[in-house]
């Protein structure tokens, strides 16, 4: 056994036994909470065992009564000219490990407060964010993902700059990365960043909290950001296409035939698409694209579906078109979700409302039909702000299957 070793024996042998162990844990809940050890520790009730114990440290009898009581200066003086040197103090850590005094407490506090400061700095870029910057503060997210307040204020830092790219037309998951980090792999999910960035991602695309690999994927394109450039797609119906590249060719044949086009975001990144109508109509659901197409086949109007939240391929798309001169005219489903989609589109491509306002809704909801009631928040509805109150008013859920022959009609009469 080492000499020092012998002495922690020896002083663990005074100081650490069965009988001393309140005084030792009194000892070091004071060094935490002051950060010195002066005064007097007692405990009312004692055993025998213990007072017998406490009048051992000083070699005095055993005195009457029920409680024990140490001077800590005493016991301070009794061990530096005996088991311990250098002090009480010292030998508190030295049984029971380093000690963290309410100074060092502090400074780590403040140093998570400013971690979390630093974190709070992404609600000035998107004030939609504040809700998951409460969450994660609610939750301690940043401590629960990293050691130290240092390494908290790094990745709340490397947050904010990813706040500030998003969202990003159409980039890549690997070269967004590569680009703000100098890492293609530091937003992967498996990384600490990656998974705190695609819950950031989710909440400034509206979307819930991924728990899956699509979950993760949606969230991304939400913001524009692509996983992998065939995974973003989009369906289209009626697009003339043109002889310009090999999409455009196929986007003519599809025309021709009434069938829809499913494009992947590697196509709309490399080709040209082709001639832009004057208006090009645009649903939130797959089912209108197919009732078109069943209904006017070779001769079906321009129309596009973001199915869901737009992703990166829906968003190229129709920016593309709108810079050949197309104008959008938008419909979705009257609930929370289908409001989100649309606040979700019109922050990324400008769109004019096709049957998506106010009078539409009422008109809707007083026809009698058999709806259901939608949960969750409205929010702002800024194309028509009074959309907002009437669906607060109803609550009733209005999906674009339950007005489809409306839309078809307003198609055939384009």
């Known amino acids: 056994m080492s000499e020092d070793a012998s002495h922690v024996e020896r002083l663990r042998g005074v100081l650490g036994t069965p009988d001393t162990a309140w005084l030792l844990n009194r000892l070091r809940s004071r060094l935490e909470q002051k950060g010195s050890l002066t005064g007097t520790v007692s405990k009312r009730s004692a055993s025998t065992a213990e007072r017998i114990a406490v009048s ?74 504040a809700d998951w910057v409460e969450q994660a503060e609610r ?18 830092g490397q947050l904010v700059m990813l706040a500030k790219a998003l969202p990003a037309e159409g980039e890549v998951l690997g070269v967004l990365a590569a680009r703000l980090f100098g890492d293609a792999h530091a937003l992967d999910p498996k990384t600490t960043l990656g998974a705190l960035a695609a819950g950031l991602a989710a909440a400034l695309g509206e979307r819930p909290s991924p728990s899956s690999a699509h979950d993760r994927r949606e ?6 950001v692509v996983v992998d450039d065939l995974s973003s797609t989009v369906i289209a119906l009626g697009l003339p296409g043109g002889d310009s590249s090999p999409t455009a060719r196929a986007l003519a044949a599809l025309s021709d ?25 645009v649903c939130e659901n797959p089912a209108v694209i197919a009732s078109a197409a069943d209904r006017f086949r ?111 009609e307003d198609l055939e009469e384009r």
């Open 56 to 129: 051992r440290l000083f070699g005095n009898p055993v005195r009457t009564g029920s409680s024990a009581t140490v001077s800590l200066e005493m016991l301070d003086a009794k061990l530096r000219r005996g088991a311990w040197p250098d002090g009480l103090e010292s030998a508190v850590v030295a049984l029971t490990g380093p000690v963290i005094g309410p100074d060092e407490r502090r400074a780590e506090r403040e140093a998570w407060d400013e971690a979390s400061h630093v974190l709070r700095q992404v609600t000035g870029i998107h004030l939609q964010l």
């Open 139 to 156: 939750w301690g997210t940043l401590k629960r993902a990293v050691r130290s307040p240092a390494e908290a204020s790094r990745l709340a």
């Open 257 to 281: 035939s009434g069938q829809p086009a499913v494009l992947t975001y590697r196509q709309l990144a490399v080709d040209d698409i082709g001639v832009c109508p004057g208006v090009v109509w």
């Open 298 to 408: 070779g001769s079906a109007p321009a129309l596009v579906c973001v199915n869901g939240q737009p992703g990166a391929a829906v968003v190229r798309l129709l920016s593309r078109l709108i810079e050949g001169g197309s104008r959008l005219r938008y419909h979705g489903d009257f609930d929370a979700g289908g409001v989100s989609i649309a606040r979700t589109l019109a922050r990324r491509v400008p769109w004019s409302p096709w049957r998506f306002d106010e009078k539409h809704y009422r008109a809707a909801c007083a026809g009698g039909e058999s709806f259901s009631s939608f949960t969750g928040m409205v929010g702002e509805t800024p194309w028509d702000p009074g959309l907002s109150a009437a669906m607060q008013e109803f609550r009733l859920r209005v999906e674009e299957e339950s007005v489809l022959q409306e839309l078809l």
């Open 219 to 224: 969230a991304w394109l939400a913001c524009g």
